[in-house]
């Protein structure tokens, strides 16, 4: 599960203009790595909530830029009901 997050990950910010060449697992969100914006954030936490049917409370979604891909797919892949598995 984990790998198809970070696929969706990658394309949702792709989709959003957001440079994630040379991204794997251990970079972060924030400005030291793939520089996404608190919109951006956001607008990232939103699709995924849409695509896997979790939910993120507004600590979670604060601490997001502070997150390495890799740590995000794994908070994120044990919420994802196989039901809701697109």
Same mark, same amino acid.
């Given at each position: 599960?984990?790998?198809?997050? $970070?696929?969706?990950?990658?394309?949702?910010?792709?989709?959003?203009?957001?440079?994630?060449?040379?991204?794997?697992?251990?970079?972060?969100?924030?400005?030291?790595?793939?520089?996404?914006?608190?919109?951006?954030?956001?607008?990232?936490?939103?699709?995924?909530?849409? $695509?896997?049917?979790?939910?993120?409370?507004?600590?979670?979604?604060?601490?997001?830029?502070?997150?390495?891909?890799?740590?995000?797919?794994?908070?994120?892949?044990?919420?994802?009901?196989?039901?809701?598995?697109?």
């Amino acid at each position: 599960m984990t790998d198809e997050i $970070r696929a969706f990950l990658f394309a949702a910010l792709t989709e959003m203009k957001y440079d994630i060449e040379g991204a794997d697992d251990d970079t972060v969100f924030g400005p030291a790595g793939l520089d996404v914006d608190s919109l951006g954030l956001a607008e990232l936490a939103v699709r995924v909530e849409d $695509r896997f049917g979790v939910t993120f409370d507004d600590d979670e979604a604060e601490a997001l830029a502070m997150m390495t891909v890799g740590e995000f797919c794994r908070t994120v892949a044990p919420r994802v009901q196989p039901t809701s598995a697109h």
